[in-house]
């Protein structure tokens, strides 16, 4: 399977991946701002803005996760995401991983994500809920 990614490398590449997300989410709303210029219907304007990244989040993380093992900050930072046999992971195992799972890890404190540090598989509780693992590649 290889060796489990440093902790380090992980933390960083989560901040390259927030940095790109948001510089993703300013486009977004950019983007709308200029199409739907003052519109009257601020509903509307969030609902599209919800919708946007909803899909940036699924194209940004999720599919990639499934198909590469890695996002950009991930990739950067050499490491990827694979399950307990070595393998990439489904889309579905990466959606759950990365939606319910993250948000689960997040929860409390970020005790989920703590959790890694002291975990002998350096596992946060969204790759223990999925069977995933970070190693370097």
Not at 2 to 13: D, I, K, M, V
Not at 33 to 44: K, N, R
Not at 67 to 95: C, P
């Amino acid at each position: 399977m290889g060796q489990y990614a440093p902790l380090r490398h992980r933390f960083l590449a989560n901040l390259i991946d927030w940095g790109v997300k948001i510089l993703i989410e300013v486009g977004i709303v950019v983007s709308l701002e200029t199409l739907f210029p003052s519109s009257s219907y601020a509903a509307l304007d969030g609902a599209l803005i919800l919708i946007f990244s909803v899909l940036a989040v699924v194209a940004y993380d999720i599919v990639p996760l499934s198909r590469s093992g890695a996002t950009v900050g991930k990739r950067m930072m050499g490491i990827r995401v694979v399950g307990q046999d070595g393998r990439l992971i489904s889309l579905g195992r990466s959606f759950l991983r990365e939606v319910v799972g993250k948000w689960l890890s997040g929860l409390v404190f970020s005790l989920g994500y703590l959790w890694a540090l002291w975990d002998k598989d350096k596992q946060g509780w969204h790759d223990k809920l999925v069977g995933t693992y970070v190693v370097r590649r």
